[in-house]
């Protein structure tokens, strides 16, 4: 089966940094995608990791390590407009799949 | 540059009535097509895809059945719903397939569907 585990909540302060961890067991991997979903919309594509390192843009960077199976979303000054919830997504060798993680609730607090 | 439509945006419908909800790509060509479902609170569930014309992959079994008569046009339809239907529903397309392509998904608008 796919696994993929993320945390259910989290919450930080306006201006701080925040670090979303996924962790992921499938059966193959083709790349590692993250996403952006505020409440009632539809996800918006923020990265796409598939070596191992970090991949920097503006205020998000995300990470992945293969041979751990892990990956993090890092968001820096943090802004009230970041409260949303973040999806960890998994490619396994079939390009046209795509599983999804059940998402990271964050909260910005003043 | 590449648009999704997804109609309707909400939509209430009976216990055993039809469904038909419809989504279409724009500015690409041989797009790969998928319909998720999404229930409150809940990672997102893969239900059909398709790489071409009348090509369907269907990943969960259930009521529902999806379409593509045409390139850019993804139909995802019931002809009884159950009350478990209610969810809220994405498209979502990719560039086609390809040795390099990266498989990155953009998403329509969603309709969230209440079944009654």
């Known amino acids: 089966g796919q696994n993929i585990d993320q945390p259910t909540e989290m919450t930080a302060t306006e201006g701080a940094i925040v670090q979303i961890n996924c962790t992921y067991q499938t059966s193959g991997f083709n790349g590692l995608f993250w996403y952006q979903q505020h409440a009632g919309e539809a996800p918006t594509f923020l990265s796409y990791n598939v070596l191992d390192g970090l991949e920097e843009k503006g205020r998000f960077s995300s990470f992945l390590s293969r041979s751990k199976g892990y990956s993090y979303l890092l968001l820096k000054e943090l802004q009230m407009k970041d409260s949303a919830s973040y999806l960890c997504?998994?490619?396994?060798?079939?390009?046209?799949?795509?599983?999804f993680g059940a998402g990271t609730r964050l909260t910005v607090k003043p | 540059s590449q648009t999704i439509h997804q109609w309707p945006a909400t939509l209430v419908q009976p216990v055993g009535s039809p469904l038909s909800l419809e989504c279409t790509v724009e500015?690409?060509?041989?797009?790969?097509l998928y319909w998720y479902r999404q229930a409150a609170g809940r990672g997102l569930q893969l239900l059909f895809y398709?790489?071409?014309?009348?090509?369907i992959s269907s990943e969960v079994p259930q009521n529902l059945s999806a379409s593509r008569p045409q390139d850019r046009q993804f139909i995802l339809s019931s002809k009884k719903l159950l009350l478990s239907d209610s969810g809220f529903y994405l498209c979502?397309?990719?560039?086609?397939?390809?040795?390099?392509?990266?498989?990155?998904?953009?998403f329509g608008a969603g309709t969230r569907l209440s079944v009654l």
């Open positions: 500015g690409t060509s041989n797009p790969n």
């Open positions: 997504a998994v490619t396994p060798y079939n390009n046209n799949d795509m599983r």
């Open positions: 979502a397309w990719s560039v086609g397939p390809g040795v390099f392509a990266k498989n990155i998904q953009y």
């Open positions: 398709s790489v071409g014309i009348g090509q």
